[in-house]
Every structure is written in C-alpha cells, then in structure tokens.
C-alpha cells in the first residue's frame, strides 16, 4: 500500500537460511534467542543502490518488541547518512513499541513519526489498514 502510494521500490529483506519453525510458539522461542544473542542472519539478494534515495520505509513485524534481527543485519550492511527513515511495523497489541528509536540509534538517520498497523488488519481488513496507510503518510508529508 505504501510503495502503491509512493510509486516506491520495494526490496524485501528475507532470511537466507530461513529454517524459522512455521508453529507460533516455537517461532517466538527461536527469535527470542536470537535477539537475545544478537544475532546477524544473513538476508538473500541486495537492494537497490542507496545512493539514489533520501527516504527509506523501514517495514517490519514487531518481535518481541523489536525487529527480526535480520533487519539489524540489513541496516548494518547500508549508509544511512543524510536519510530519512519512515518505519511501520505490524503487530499484535504491542504497537511500534521503541522501534522507531531502535531504528534511530541504529541507523543514525532521521526518522519520522511511525506508523503501527494490527497483523491482522494488515492481512484480513485492507480497507481499515489503507486508511491508516494514507492518513500516516499525510502525517509525514507525503
Ligand atoms: C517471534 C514473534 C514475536 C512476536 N512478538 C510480538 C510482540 O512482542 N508484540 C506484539 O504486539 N506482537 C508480537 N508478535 C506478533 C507479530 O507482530 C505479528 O504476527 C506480525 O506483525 C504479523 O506480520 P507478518 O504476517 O508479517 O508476520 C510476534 C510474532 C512473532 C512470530
């Protein structure tokens, strides 16, 4: 919805070796441990050069009040100087929790106010989802 917005270019930072268990309970044991031993997977492909953006939207699922350390990876990896960073999380009642300051410290970039959406409005409620998409984005002045 947002690069639908924007006209964005999209680069999904995905997990290389994703042997992630698919039952929920297990999947939140595993990324505790590794947010736990900061972990640095490693993520499949790279994104487009950084040199042609200013603004980079920042996606993520809130884990553990926190981003799937591969993100983490996928920042350190880049140069974040002179970019704004808008991040969204989804999530299930912790909403952006200290995400954005997360990102800010890691990044050192300036980041905007965020936008947190519900999972399951993000999967099943488009509709409600979008709005708060297109209101967020008038917020931060697109
Ligand atoms: C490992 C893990 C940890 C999670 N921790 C939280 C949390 O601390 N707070 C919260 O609101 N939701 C938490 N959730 C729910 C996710 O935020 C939710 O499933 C996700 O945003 C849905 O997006 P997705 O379909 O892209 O995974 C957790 C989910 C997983 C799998």
């Known amino acids: 919805m947002i690069a639908d917005a924007t006209n964005a270019d999209v680069f999904e930072v995905k997990v290389k070796n994703d042997n992630y ?7 939140t044991e595993v990324a505790l441990q590794e947010k736990k031993s900061g972990a640095r997977p490693e993520y499949v492909g790279e994104a487009p050069d ?35 960073v808008a991040p969204f999380v989804t999530h299930e009642g912790s909403g952006l929790s200290s995400i954005p300051e997360k990102i800010r410290s890691a990044t050192g970039a300036n980041v905007t106010d965020g936008l947190a959406v519900y ?24």
């Open 21 to 27: 268990p698919t039952a929920y309970k297990a999947l």
């Open 50 to 84: 950084f040199d042609n953006y200013d603004v980079i939207f920042v996606g993520t699922p809130n884990w553990w009040s926190d981003m799937p350390m591969v993100l983490y990876t996928f920042i350190e990896a880049h140069n974040w100087q002179n970019k704004t």
């Open 119 to 142: 999972g399951h409005d993000a999967q099943n409620n488009r509709e409600k989802a979008n709005k708060a998409v297109q209101n967020w984005l008038k917020e931060i002045g697109f």
